[in-house]
């Protein structure tokens, strides 16, 4: 019997999870349409199908709509690191593995990876917070990357906050750009291209 309940329970939980998904996805397509600050959960619940109490039984708020992308991209790119590191200890590789995760999102879901870059500051107070913590989390993991890298001798020696910030700035520019070229250039392609700038550098060696 306690069997029979605990799976019923993840039935519920299972639907509900998909149900807030596919409520986030749509709210990425109106924020792209009329903007964040132009949307209303009345056009959401109507985009979504759903009837306004319905809609806010899984959100009360765009603004939680809003935290919950940050949210599920951070869980993401931070997941992300923790697979690849348990699989490859080259600091290179793990570049372009980091490199790739931040594009797959970008591919895969547009629409709240653009709501993550382009409304943090529309965040609220708690929200902001919690999620420049959590950036602030990965961008020392990447930083990490590096320095081990340089002290293994494996990296040259560049200062390695200027050089996350060069990583990501490449990285997290491609929203504006990669999602029409993801067909012809995957993730995992595409990152190695934009890698080989860091890496290799531009310049010719004599």
Request: some cysteine; hydrophobic content about 40%.
């Amino acid at each position: 019997m306690e069997t029979g309940r605990k799976a019923k329970t993840q039935v519920i939980t299972t639907a509900h999870g998909e149900r807030r998904l596919e409520i986030i996805l749509h709210c990425a397509d109106l924020f792209d349409k009329v903007g964040y600050h132009k949307m209303t959960m009345q056009m959401l619940a109507d985009e979504a199908g759903l009837g306004k109490p319905t809609l806010y039984h899984y959100f009360p708020s765009k603004a939680d709509i809003l935290f919950e992308m940050h949210q599920i991209h951070m869980d993401t790119l931070l997941d992300d690191l923790d697979a690849d590191a348990d699989i490859c200890s080259d600091p290179a590789e793990l570049l372009v593995k980091a490199c790739a995760s931040a594009l797959r999102q970008i591919a895969e879901h547009p629409g709240y990876v653009r709501a993550f870059m382009d409304h943090y500051g529309d965040l609220e107070d708690e929200h902001r917070k919690q999620i420049r913590k959590r950036r602030e989390e990965y961008f020392q993991r990447i930083r990490k990357i590096i320095t081990d890298g340089i002290s293994a001798g494996r990296l040259r020696k560049f200062d390695p906050d200027v050089t996350v910030f060069a990583f990501l700035g490449i990285c997290n520019w491609a929203y504006k750009w990669y999602p029409h070229m993801a067909a012809e250039s995957p993730p995992a392609v595409m990152a190695k291209k934009l890698c080989q700038v860091i890496l290799d550098g531009i310049k010719r060696q004599k």
